[in-house]
């Protein structure tokens, strides 16, 4: 049998379940809470590209501080025409069907920032050729950054499950975030760590635990910075 995992991968199951589950949802966080990241990395005259929207509520909280043009796609024509209609006259907000594997549409280097809240780990825990996809996926994220720009992934993926992945994929300069996963908006001993101070990040990624403590109950945000001089030194 086909489990959910297996499926993410696939349109139908979006399909289904944004026709089943109509109303607003955000994987991992929302804008508000990671706001002060976005804003730091990202100016709000920059043409961002969010992949993996569904019907989440990130983007209109981009679009309500500030940024003027956030170009949203999905794999699922159901979700995308939803969001088509309800942000219709909103033209700061575009919704497109497309599958990040494959993003042709967009001209090479056209985006100064793309933003991944899940997609990427979706992506991860589908059966069959789960590391060949992610490979075409961050391919293109690269192709559709100009240079100096950042891909924003906001992952439940530790340093020693995504830092290869990263670094194979193509030359990208990496910080790494973290920000508490939301549970409990009682939190009497302080975050973790900072949101806008990046934890120190060698080659292996153990300086990670050796700042937070094992097991830390955080997403990872990993900045990607695009360098075309690194590439081609490479």
Same mark, same amino acid.
């Given at each position: 049998?086909?489990?959910?995992?297996?499926?993410?991968?696939?349109?139908?199951?979006?399909?289904?379940?944004?026709?089943?589950?109509?109303?607003?949802?955000?994987?991992?966080?929302?804008?508000?809470?990671?706001?002060?990241?976005?804003?730091?990395?990202?100016?709000?005259?920059?043409?961002?590209?969010?992949?993996?929207?569904?019907?989440?509520?990130?983007?209109?909280?981009?679009?309500?501080?500030?940024?003027?043009?956030?170009?949203?796609?999905? &794999?699922?024509?159901?979700?995308? =025409? $939803?969001? !088509? +209609?309800?942000?219709?006259?909103?033209? *700061?907000?575009?919704?497109?069907?497309?599958?990040?594997?494959?993003?042709?549409?967009?001209?090479?280097?056209?985006?100064?920032?793309?933003?991944?809240?899940?997609?990427?780990?979706? &992506?991860?825990?589908?059966?069959? =050729? $789960?590391? !060949? +996809?992610?490979?075409?996926?961050?391919? *293109?994220?690269?192709?559709?950054?100009?240079?100096?720009?950042?891909?924003?992934?906001?992952?439940?993926?530790?340093?020693?499950?995504?830092?290869?992945?990263l670094r194979e994929s193509s030359a990208?300069?990496?910080?790494?975030?973290?920000?508490?996963?939301?549970?409990?908006?009682?939190?009497?001993?302080?975050?973790?760590?900072?949101?806008?101070?990046?934890?120190?990040?060698?080659?292996?990624?153990?300086?990670?635990?050796?700042?937070?403590?094992?097991?830390?109950?955080?997403?990872?945000?990993?900045?990607?910075?695009?360098?075309n001089s690194m590439k081609s030194s490479?």
């Open positions: 049998m086909t489990t959910a995992s297996q499926a993410y991968g696939e349109p139908w199951y979006w399909d289904d379940r944004y026709s089943n589950e109509p109303g607003p949802f955000d994987w991992y966080q929302k804008y508000q809470s990671l706001a002060p990241i976005i804003n730091h990395y990202d100016p709000r005259n920059h043409r961002i590209l969010v992949v993996g929207c569904g019907n989440s509520a990130f983007s209109e909280g981009m679009v309500d501080d500030g940024y003027r043009d956030v170009v949203n796609v999905d &794999i699922s024509s159901v979700v995308v =025409e $939803s969001m !088509q +209609n309800k942000y219709k006259d909103r033209s *700061e907000l575009k919704y497109m069907k497309m599958d990040v594997r494959d993003m042709s549409a967009f001209e090479s280097e056209s985006f100064g920032a793309v933003i991944d809240k899940g997609t990427l780990d979706s &992506i991860l825990v589908m059966w069959g =050729e $789960s590391r !060949q +996809n992610a490979n075409l996926m961050l391919e *293109e994220v690269w192709r559709v950054l100009k240079d100096k720009g950042v891909y924003i992934l906001v992952t439940y993926g530790a340093p020693l499950y995504r830092l290869r992945l990208w300069t990496i910080k790494l975030h973290v920000i508490e996963k939301l549970a409990s908006d009682e939190k009497p001993d302080g975050p973790v760590w900072e949101l806008t101070k990046p934890v120190p990040l060698n080659d292996d990624g153990s300086s990670v635990e050796e700042a937070l403590g094992k097991n830390p109950d955080v997403h990872y945000i990993y900045i990607c910075t695009k360098d490479a």
